[in-house]
């Protein structure tokens, strides 16, 4: 890892010491002594890319596949293991960000969370209900930002680039009494990258700390973002093929936030609560999608969503000895999600101002047990199992259970298997069209085999795995309704993704260093035989790192991904090709007070597209100013 910048070094030394995995088990883990499969991405890692979006960094994840819908303003999902996107728990610090009801099923369009606070990725692949419940039913992602800091300062950052590209930050902390602080302002936006699509984005973030005593620590997380954004409807075929020549328009409002209080005393005993609170409105004008020149395939609609949820999980972790640590925790959620607003079915034979109202509301119920024992000081055992109660379905009981074994001290051996399953979205639930209130949950098993290896001074690591999963119940278009001229959602289908992934990471001298990875996945819906849209088979990444001065410092990643299938309505099925896409950063740090960078996406111009008929944007540039004065005692 290297870091030009002296605040950033020390910072991200600190970091990479003190790291500990946070997501998808109650007991926190270092990387190493992992028995799951997981990835962590620091600041240090990613930074010098000067990102300005997640789906920069969370391209070289391996066993991840990103995607985007043309410019930035379109919906940009993730696939972990060959998932659906709706399937992997997104979080904020812990605090979920499923909105399940979207029309999405409830997956996280990554687009619309802010670059600017996030410290480290936690990435977690396989079956997670065991600890959460439903929604991590192929694994979770969770963004953990910057903490409260100790010390004062002060950060400005300003963007400009091609596209009428700006952005402008504000961050500050420091230190009042027992309470640590850090807050963040910032506002991006876009014009037309590509025909007719422009985006908006306003957030602010917070993070505060109390510690009064060794033994206890309050913190208190979130962040709220107004987001606005114009595109070609998602299936409508895109700037290129789409009939109907008019955009989708979304309006985003989300309120995340998050408290977390924390005890422990010399005994061993651990306690921990944290509480959580989303919201999100989304207003969104749809202007429909033709399937020919005169038949909607999609009704014009304009609609209001709002989601609340509000979360509560409590968590008594005991170390009985080195050897063996025993959690128990309970959770509770409250979600209540509504939508009001018409579609146009005239053009069915039906009403210009459809009613297209649904207000839902649910508890859910969970209790898990988590247990972690060492054997012979190279068995590492850890398994856990969670009860989940919900109202209008039967309780579900996921197990799951992980090890590793530590063949050499620089090498060691894991596999973990674990179910899952994701309740129906409220939307799916609700919709008054397509919505059906039978639906029963969708489930996964999942396993996994990896091998890791690292070198003493971590200059070379290494890690390959195989990944086999099977999705049941999953919520899709009856096809013998449709024959019927009904549309309703129903149970009906099987799919299976397996694979196998590589990562490599090759530092060998302080000044350079290179990270690859490479994925080749195989999906199928087990009925048809047909592999699952929008899932590349090969997905490969190369990011070099060299330090070419004490101030100057180049990063570049190139990203291959291979052809996939797609499905828009005026093209019918249709396969994607692939694509090779190269960005470059380039970064001066004069001193520890200013320091400023060039950042190049698609450098080679290469003309691609995710989804047929929007075209990735073509060569584009960001130039970047920082100022962060030091402070006296600082």
Not at 222 to 238: A, C, H, I, K, L
Not at 316 to 323: E, F, G, L, V
Not at 561 to 581: A, L, M
Not at 607 to 616: D, I, N, T, V
Request: a negative charge.
């Amino acid at each position: 890892m290297l870091v030009s910048n002296p605040v950033q070094a020390q910072e991200s030394s600190v970091t990479t010491l003190d790291t500990m995995i946070v997501t998808g088990s109650a007991q926190p883990t270092q990387p190493h002594q992992a028995t799951q499969s997981v990835t962590v991405l620091n600041a240090g890692q990613f930074a010098p890319l000067q990102p300005n979006r997640v789906t920069s960094i969370l391209q070289q994840v391996p066993g991840l596949h990103t995607d985007e819908m043309s410019g930035r303003s379109g919906i940009s999902s993730l696939y972990l293991r060959g998932a659906d996107p709706n399937f992997t728990l997104v979080m904020l610090d812990g605090i979920p960000m499923n909105d399940t009801t979207n029309q999405r099923g409830g997956s996280v369009d990554l687009s619309t969370i802010p670059m600017d606070r996030i410290d480290r990725v936690e990435i977690v692949r396989g079956p997670l209900s065991a600890f959460y419940g439903s929604e991590a039913m192929a694994g979770a992602v969770n963004f953990i930002t910057k903490p409260a800091s100790t010390v004062p300062f002060l950060r400005l950052l300003g963007e400009g680039g091609r596209f009428d590209y700006s952005k402008g930050l504000l961050q500050t902390g420091g230190t009042v009494g027992p309470l640590s602080t850090n807050i963040s302002l910032s506002h991006t936006q876009h014009g037309e990258q590509i025909e007719q699509d422009s985006f908006s984005m306003d957030s602010v973030g917070w993070n505060f700390s109390i510690h009064t005593d060794s033994n206890f620590d309050m913190q208190l997380n979130g962040q709220y973002t107004d987001s606005t954004v114009r595109s070609f409807p998602e299936g409508s075929g895109g700037s290129e093929f789409a009939l109907l020549r008019e955009t989708e328009r979304r309006k985003t409002r989300e309120f995340l936030s998050g408290v977390s209080a924390s005890f422990h005393n010399a005994s061993g005993w651990h306690h921990q609560v944290f509480l959580s609170m989303t919201r999100r409105l989304q207003d969104v004008s749809n202007p429909g999608i033709l399937a020919t020149p005169t038949l909607f395939a999609l009704p014009p609609s304009d609609f209001e969503t709002l989601y609340t949820r509000v979360q509560t999980r409590m968590t008594t972790t005991w170390t009985i000895s080195p050897q063996w640590k025993i959690s128990l925790g309970e959770q509770l959620t409250h979600e209540r999600g509504r939508r009001n607003g018409t579609q146009d079915l005239s053009s069915f034979g039906g009403s210009s101002d459809q009613p297209d109202d649904f207000a839902i509301r649910r508890t859910l119920g969970g209790t898990f047990a988590e247990l972690t024992s060492v054997w012979w000081q190279k068995l590492t055992v850890n398994s856990g199992v969670r009860t989940d109660i919900s109202q209008g379905f039967q309780p579900k009981v996921n197990p799951r259970i992980g090890a590793s074994y530590q063949l050499l001290s620089s090498m060691q051996i894991r596999g973990g298997y674990g179910k899952g399953f994701k309740l129906p979205s409220l939307s799916s639930l609700g919709d008054p069209l397509i919505g059906n209130p039978s639906l029963q949950p969708e489930t996964s098993i999942g396993w996994d085999l990896g091998l890791d290896y690292h070198t003493a001074d971590e200059g070379f690591t290494a890690t390959i795995e195989y990944f086999h999963s099977r999705f049941r119940n999953l919520i899709d278009l009856d096809p013998d309704l449709l024959n019927q001229g009904i549309i309703r959602l129903a149970n009906i289908d099987e799919a299976v993704a397996k694979g196998w992934n590589i990562s490599l990471s090759f530092t060998p001298n302080p000044t350079v260093s290179f990270q690859s990875s490479l994925t080749h996945l195989t999906t199928r819906v087990t009925e048809t035989g047909a592999p699952l849209r929008n899932r590349p088979k090969w997905r490969g990444w190369l990011g070099v790192e060299m330090r070419l001065s004490s101030t100057v410092n180049v990063k570049s990643q190139v990203t291959w991904v291979g052809s996939s299938f797609d499905f828009q309505v005026p093209t019918q099925i249709t396969r994607v090709g692939g694509f090779v896409k190269a960005d470059i950063t380039l970064n001066y740090h004069p001193s520890t007070t200013w320091s400023c960078y060039a950042a190049l996406e698609n450098v080679t111009n290469s003309s691609y597209e995710q989804f047929a008929g929007f075209p990735a944007p073509p060569f584009t540039f960001r130039l970047g100013l920082e100022y962060r004065p030091e402070f006296l005692g600082q």
